[in-house]
Nanobody
Framework: QVQLVDSGGGSVQAGGSLRLSCAAS????????MAWFRQAPGKERERVAS???????AYADSVKGRFTISRDNVKNTLYLQMNSLKNEDAGMYYC??????????????????WGQGTQVTVSS
């Protein structure tokens, strides 16, 4: 049974930092494309960052230079380090996976597995 468990969200002031985690089980984590998506109220879910099994990363333009995606293949855990948070970064953040996959796509429909989400709130 595949399971992705998101954690690490919370409330933070603008300019602050948070680190999200996604614990994965039930599939071969090392060969999967992993990604973080977010969804703000009234908006579509969008890919924030992704990382391939070879650790190639991609980011949404809006988070480049502020967010860092990483993976620990020993702990089967995905991370998202978020620095210099802005009000527009607020939303529900979801971990997503598809595997095995050598590349990562942006589309929501491409991903097979999803976490339950973790809420990020940014205040001014």
């Amino acid at each position: 049974q595949v399971q992705l468990v998101d954690s690490g969200g919370g409330s933070v002031q603008a300019g602050g930092s948070l680190r999200l985690s996604c614990a994965a089980s039930g599939y071969t984590f090392t060969s999967a494309c992993m990604a973080w998506f977010r969804q703000a109220p009234g908006k579509e879910r969008e890919r924030v960052a992704s990382i391939t099994p070879a650790r190639y990363t991609a980011y949404a333009d809006s988070v480049k230079g502020r967010f860092t995606i990483s993976r620990d293949n020993v702990k089967n855990t995905l991370y998202l380090q978020m620095n210099s948070l802005k009000n527009e970064d607020a939303g529900m953040y979801y971990c997503a996976a598809r595997g095995p996959a050598g590349v990562c796509a942006k589309e929501v429909s491409w991903y097979q597995y999803w976490g339950q989400g973790t809420q990020v709130t940014v205040s001014s």
